[in-house]
């Protein structure tokens, strides 16, 4: 277990003695665990911790770390619908998936949306540290046996800022665009989205008919089907 604080880590951060950290995660215990790692380790100080998905943008624009460390499987908003976000509002942090979905629809997807790395849950501690020393080093990092992804989406070790856009299927749509695709594609009828976005329904149900438009359907119940086809949903 010493080589784990001591190996990969020490020339991890040049210049940084820890790097800061927001850890997003809604079990508690597990949320516990990767904190008491990372900061024993000496590298990394958690800055933030939340649950869901307002309270880590919230955290992000306040606290602007190095890293976050972001569940996929949140309430409420997705974790991809969250790494999203927190791209399109330009914060400089490394957003890390750490999950136990091992599916490699859902790391294209995270690729796409600008993930820096997906860690799976069953990862050792060890592998947890070596690849987040990797990302705070510019790499691209996946679950080795998925390493082939990153060509596919777009992503080298040395093009770290924004993948491909081919692979971006939503990369047609603007800012609120998107957020109107993610939650027609929960389901929810436009004026509970009207609700949560602050915006009339006659206003949604615009944005609405130019993402169905934008995106080549027929029907919500289109968007729907290319949502779970392509790993959109909730999860």
């Known amino acids: 277990m010493e080589h784990m604080t001591t190996s990969p880590d020490e ?15 809604d079990h508690d215990i597990v949320r516990y665990a990767v904190k008491s790692l990372l900061e024993k380790s000496g590298h990394y ?6 649950e869901n998905a307002e309270s ?29 976000q927190i791209k399109e509002r330009g914060l400089p942090t490394r957003v890390v998936v750490f999950t136990m979905y091992d ?29 987040l020393s990797r990302i705070m080093n510019g790499e691209v990092v996946l679950p080795k046996k998925y390493e082939p992804l990153k060509s596919e989406s777009g992503w080298t070790p040395s093009t770290s800022e924004k993948p491909s856009s081919e692979t971006d299927p939503l990369d047609k749509l603007s800012k609120r665009e998107r ?3 993610f939650l027609l594609a929960d389901g929810l009828p436009n004026r509970v989205i009207a609700k949560k976005l602050f915006i ?3 206003t949604v149900e615009t944005h609405r008919a130019r993402v ?9 119940a289109d968007l729907i089907r290319y949502a779970i086809r392509h790993n959109l949903l909730t999860v």
Do not use: C
């Not at 169905?212 to 919500?220: E, Q």
């Open 179 to 181: 957020e109107v695709f």
């Open 103 to 131: 599916d490699p629809a859902k790391m294209k997807q995270a690729l796409a949306a600008g993930a820096a790395g997906y860690i799976l849950k069953n990862s050792s501690p060890e592998v947890l540290l070596e690849e």
């Open 45 to 50: 100080k958690v800055v933030g911790e939340a």
């Open 11 to 25: 020339k991890a951060f040049p210049g940084i003695e820890q790097a800061t950290v927001v850890l997003t995660e």
């Open 200 to 202: 009339s329904p006659r």
């Open 212 to 220: 169905i438009k934008k995106l080549g359907f027929s029907s919500t």
């Open 56 to 84: 880590t943008i919230d955290l992000l624009e306040k606290h602007r770390p190095q890293l976050a460390i972001l569940d996929l499987g949140l309430p409420g908003r997705s974790g991809l619908e969250t790494i999203y």
